[in-house]
């Protein structure tokens, strides 16, 4: 079993917990990780990216080849996009809609839309919407996860024992709403 | 805490503090930062140890070096063009009989994702005679940050421990070993070791390339060669072996293959490689080193490629992909690109950044001159360079603002201004601050003080914010022409006006523009 996901988003979106929250998930479960992200100047409202690599045998490169992710979990939708030839055949992508509007050029909204229904595996979700129902608007990153879950190769419990270990040092309140966001997410 | 998930920075924190690191320095800088971070974050909880930020990678060695004088196991780290600011006492570092052992961590960034060059630190250590590591996961991070300590203390020299951005930010598991107690306090007994006064260097040298083939030696004896079909021999250095690994199994009949971890590079091993194969493909990150260096050491040339060939990709990252041309095999196929290609979407300063507000009262002073220049320094500032500010015109290293814009000013374009974050300031600004004194130079000088090193995550500046100005004065700016502003649109009017009387005056001026970088005022209030 492999299982490569392409996170991404604009600096600042929490993509890195996310990132911490399936890789424990996978360690609990006795997976090897390898898990690549690069800090630093592009996290000043730039595009950012993270690899994360799951499976039952050796993983090589720390980077996922082209054609090779089961999933692009993504917290922008037109980030969404620039990752497409990372995914395999078979593969889907899950998207937060809501757009980040910090370029002049941004695309419209509609067409990225359309561009990502369009894609055999696709969903796209109101994930700063459902964040904010469930309690916490920061907690988008969580209702992502969730979403993602039943395309894991990962038990929920397993999911939800590494947001509360995450979160734990922030209080209850904090590891409520982002298992709240979670559960909202698995819905969907 | 064993086998934890870390990320290459972590584990080289975890591997030399286990080793019995009594001391580690370092200036921050992307890739390397979080090597200190999570020493500083364990000192913190359990003391024990020294772990201190400095004013620049050339003090940190010196203070490395002292406490190898004394006897203690000491680390340094820095990113790759760090080493050029660190680069005297490194390269004079290894004539020396280092007592206690002494690591030199050096994160290259391959790609330049937060840098402005690829330079690869292997030819520095080269240059100095000093062996190098190069780990290609975290526990090899993790076990070499331990084995260098000890390879250090044996050979009596430094030994640098050359990473890259992916193996620096990636993550994986490290099984832990035992934690070793710290040396005690124990000064070096020769001291004709420690001294390189040339009489003395002349023999040292003499001693250190000894060592250094030595060292070659005991990395031919550990090198192991995998055999394979003799059409094509595979050398990989470092996390170029994950690349290989990553498309071996594609290939129709398996290559020799050498890969190399430990330099100076094994002269034995690559002659064995090459008396066995047809072909030699040499996959490494950062520069052709290894390339170059095979093809001088082998007696009958034999058909050579990488990246000085062609072969491979000779800018940026390897990839899992970009290597497949040179190993003969088709690209991979993903998903079709996106008609609606997404745009770019740049670094920025952050919303509410001061930066932002320095760079529009800079650019409104400054109307009205037919010449000037703007010279800015590396920090998050230098993103002013970008629309909406097109402010900053040039951005070349640690502390050029400041001499560059002197140098213009000398040269006639005028008037010349000098942008330096806080931290590049103690970094490396003074000395330009004193030539411009000492001078009389018509030039202005706009410290932006946010009093944080905001690019690479809020370190602390390294001295208060009011010391600055006390500085200013201390090398002897007229204190007419000191002035501290707030950085704050609310300012800007004041400020544009303030700075147009500085830009008529003939000689030194220098403007802070203070205001609390967001960041880490956020960063602040969320611990």
């Known amino acids: 079993m492999k299982y490569d996901i392409i996170l991404c988003g604009v600096g600042g979106q929490g993509g890195i917990s996310v990132s911490v929250v399936i890789a424990r998930a996978a360690m609990a479960e006795g997976l090897q990780v390898k898990q690549s992200e690069v800090h630093g100047m592009s996290q000043r409202g730039g595009e950012v990216l993270a690899h994360l690599r799951i499976s039952d045998g050796t993983i090589a490169s720390p980077t996922i080849p082209l054609g090779s992710a089961s999933l692009v979990l993504a917290f922008e939708p037109l980030e969404a996009l620039r990752y497409l030839p990372w995914l395999a055949a078979g593969g889907s992508v899950i998207a937060a809609a809501e757009p980040i509007r910090n370029i002049a050029d941004y695309p419209d909204l509609g067409a990225i839309h359309a561009a990502l229904k369009a894609l055999p595996r696709s969903l796209l979700i109101d994930a700063d919407r459902i964040a904010k129902e469930a309690g916490n608007a920061r907690a988008a990153n969580m209702v992502l996860v969730g979403a993602a879950a039943r395309h894991l190769p990962l038990k929920a419990a397993s999911l939800e024992a590494a947001i509360v270990e995450l979160f734990s040092r922030k209080g209850e309140a904090v590891v409520a709403a982002n298992m709240k966001a979670f559960e909202a997410g698995r819905g969907l | 805490m064993d086998n934890q998930m870390l990320m290459g920075d972590e584990a080289i924190a975890l591997g030399a503090l286990h080793a019995g690191l009594s001391a580690a320095f370092a200036y921050p800088g992307t890739p390397s930062t979080e090597i200190m971070e999570t020493l500083q974050e364990i000192a913190s909880r359990e003391g024990g140890f020294v772990a201190q930020w400095c004013s620049n990678e050339k003090t940190a060695f010196e203070s490395a070096l002292g406490a190898s004088y004394a006897g203690r196991r000491t680390m340094v780290s820095m990113k790759h063009v760090g080493l050029n600011v660190a680069a005297d006492p ?9 007592n206690g052992g002494l690591v030199v961590v050096v994160a290259d960034d391959p790609g330049m994702h937060s840098s402005q060059d690829e330079q690869d630190s292997r030819w520095y250590a080269d240059f100095a005679r000093v062996p190098c590591l190069e780990p290609a996961d975290s526990q090899e991070a993790y076990d070499m940050a331990r084995e260098a300590f000890e390879l250090s203390e044996k050979n009596a020299c430094p030994v640098m421990l050359r990473i890259v951005t992916r193996l620096a930010h990636g993550r994986s598991a490290v099984v832990f070993g035992p934690r070793l107690p710290q040396n005690p306090v124990s000064k070096a007994g020769d001291r004709w070791g420690w001294n390189l006064m040339p009489s003395v260097a002349r023999r040292l040298w003499k001693d250190l390339l000894a060592k250094y083939e030595r060292i070659r030696g005991e ?65 490494e990150e950062g520069y052709p080193f290894v390339e170059r260096y095979l093809r001088g050491i082998l007696s009958t040339p034999i058909p050579i490629s990488g990246k000085e060939s062609g072969e491979v990709p000779a800018t940026g990252e390897l990839t899992p992909d970009n290597i497949r041309p040179a190993l003969g095999l088709p690209a991979r196929q993903g998903l079709a690109p996106s008609s609606l290609v997404p745009p770019g979407r740049p670094p920025q300063l952050c919303a509410g950044c001061p930066h932002g507000d320095s760079f529009s009262f800079l650019t409104e002073a400054l109307e009205g001159h037919q010449v000037f220049a703007v010279n800015a320094d590396i920090g998050c500032y230098t993103l002013g360079a970008l629309p909406p500010y097109n402010a900053v015109e040039t951005v070349v290293e640690m502390g050029a603002s400041f001499g560059m814009a002197r140098g213009a000013s000398e040269a006639g374009l005028r008037p010349a201004v000098g942008v330096i974050g806080d931290s590049t300031f103690y970094h490396s600004g003074i000395p330009n601050l004193v030539d411009a004194v000492s001078h009389g130079t018509n030039v202005k000088f706009l410290i932006l003080d946010n009093a944080t090193t905001g690019m690479t995550g809020a370190q602390p500046t390294i001295m208060p914010s009011e010391r600055l100005r006390a500085i200013a004065l201390a090398v002897g700016v007229g204190s007419d022409h000191v002035h501290v502003v707030r950085a704050h649109r609310t300012e800007h009017e004041a400020n544009v006006a303030l700075l147009k009387r500085e830009l008529d005056h003939m000689g030194v001026s220098v403007i802070i523009a203070f205001r609390e970088c967001i960041e880490a005022l956020k960063k602040a209030r969320k611990a």
């Open chain 2, 90 to 98: 490194f390269i004079n570092s290894a004539l020396l009989k280092i």
């Open chain 2, 219 to 283: 990395n031919d004896a550990t090198s192991a060669i995998e055999p394979g079909s003799a059409d094509l021999a595979v050398v990989t250095t470092g996390l170029a072996l994950q690349y290989y690994r990553e498309n071996e199994g594609d290939l129709a009949t398996k290559p020799s293959h050498l890969h190399i971890s430990r330099y100076p590079i094994p002269h034995g091993a690559l002659r064995e490689l090459a008396s066995r194969s047809k072909r030699i493909l040499v996959l």
